[in-house]
């Protein structure tokens, strides 16, 4: 499956995407879009989209969505010395994929926002406990007890999660530390679950490394560099990961299922 996902459009994220060669994005019906977009853009919602309060959105929810359901996530990676030779390091593994579903209105993590003391610690050593602690925080926001913890994948490789919601709790957010690395992770921040009024049946996103922003190191190595002013969550371009300045690099893909 690797360079290929499905590209779905729901209002919270980008209109498309596009897999060369392929004509351009296709729904879960076969048809396409032939928008281009950013592949890693993919899997958050946008930052100047306005929310709708939780009660509005539960009311919308409970008018179509049948309720409670069951997703698997799986974390598929392929971060490999071949496709990703600058200064390539021992020991390439992923942190345990952590997060869970909430209502519209919460935020786990955010492109474009500073990271908070928990992305902060989980992007910089893998620990998920502070993650779970603020998922905590969310009170009716989130659902306390499928907050989710996988297993530290060796890369390549893939490890999987399994969580379920309700018609109160629509998105997603899961985060993944790529290491070693100064701060650098891969998750999606407010993924949609569902598309057209009814629950996503399988959606497959892009997984590019993003930047927390609290660590000022280049390579995957570098000592602790504490920056004098935190930095926003951005994507990582170039080296180590790519080879163009510009370029962002997908390291693995997010693959969610839904199982009842």
Partial sequence: MRGLFVCLLVPLMLSGCVVPPREGPSLEDG??????????????????????????????????????????????????????????????????????????????????????????????????????????????????????????????????????????HTFLSVTSRLAPSPDWFVGVAALPLTSGGAWIEEVVIPLCVWDAGTDNGRSYVSANQQPEKPQPIHLLRGQPLSAGPEQAAQVGELILRRTE
Avoid at 85 to 101: I, K, M, R, V
Avoid at 127 to 141: I, N, S, V, W
Avoid at 142 to 167: E, M
């Fill in 31 to 168: 048809t396409t879009t032939g928008t281009e977009a950013d592949p890693c853009q993919l899997g958050f919602a946008h930052a100047e989209e306005p929310l709708r309060s939780d009660e509005e959105h539960a009311m919308a929810s409970e008018l179509s969505l049948p309720s409670p359901v069951a997703y698997e996530v799986t974390m598929h990676v392929f971060w490999n010395a071949t496709d990703h030779p600058a200064d390539f390091p021992p020991n390439p593994h992923f942190s345990p994929l952590a997060g869970g579903p909430h209502s519209e209105g919460f935020r786990l993590w955010q492109p474009g926002e500073l990271a908070s003391p928990a992305i902060e610690i989980q992007s910089e050593t893998g620990d998920p406990e502070p993650l779970r602690q603020a998922y905590r925080q969310g009170g009716t926001q989130v659902l306390l007890d499928q907050f989710v913890i996988g297993d530290l994948v060796d890369s390549p490789g893939r490890t999987t999660v399994a969580f379920r919601t309700d018609s109160e």
